[in-house]
């Protein structure tokens, strides 16, 4: 089975390697405009993250409510002088997601919007990935989020993701 972080590692430097997979990314979402001209900032997120292993994981945030959670996939692209920030719930087939989970997405991107130590973004959008069967068997849960992304999706850029819906061959 794939693990939620070979996932995640393989979404984020697909990503950063493909612009073809940016533009895709933004051309659904409230960032629309930028699909073409948007610079993901890769090596500013990993020079603020220089004890994290990835440049887009391991974001974490203390909320005012002394809440802690994580951001699996985070990223920050500039464009027309703007910083906007993408946060991205991986959930696999086999994951759980609950309300508040979902919840706590939004309140941490907005909570981290114009801060220095999360690259001074100004706009965001929350995003979940995860196999269409997931999000239509939590559509509650899905609904909190701005928008969701399919694997099924993403296969088409990220071959890995393909492996993640397909059944398993019968054992012979």
């Not at 946060?87 to 087939?93: L, R, S, V």
């Not at 309300?99 to 973004?121: E, G, M, P, T, V």
């Not at 849960?141 to 993403?154: K, L, M, P, S």
Request: charged share 25%; with cysteine; aromatic share 12%.
């Amino acid at each position: 089975m794939i693990s939620e972080v070979e996932l995640d590692h393989a979404f984020a430097e697909t990503l950063a390697d493909s612009p073809e997979f940016q533009e895709w990314l933004l051309s659904s979402g409230r960032f629309v405009r930028h699909a073409g001209n948007a610079t993901l900032l890769v090596s500013e997120q990993a020079s603020a993250r220089k004890s994290a292993k990835h440049w887009w994981k391991h974001w974490w945030c203390r909320l005012p409510d002394e809440s802690e959670s994580e951001t699996d996939v985070f990223l920050v692209f500039e464009a027309e002088g703007a910083r906007f920030a993408i946060h991205i719930e991986d959930k696999p087939a086999h994951g759980k997601l609950g309300l508040r989970q979902a919840i706590d997405y939004r309140r941490r991107a907005a909570f981290k919007a114009n801060s220095a130590d999360w690259l001074n973004y100004s706009d965001f959008e929350v995003l979940l990935l995860a196999p269409a069967g997931f999000i239509e068997g939590h559509a509650e849960c899905a609904g909190q989020f701005d928008r969701q992304i399919t694997y099924e999706e993403v296969a088409r850029f990220v071959p890995l993701f393909r492996e993640a819906v397909s059944p398993l061959p019968p054992l012979t």
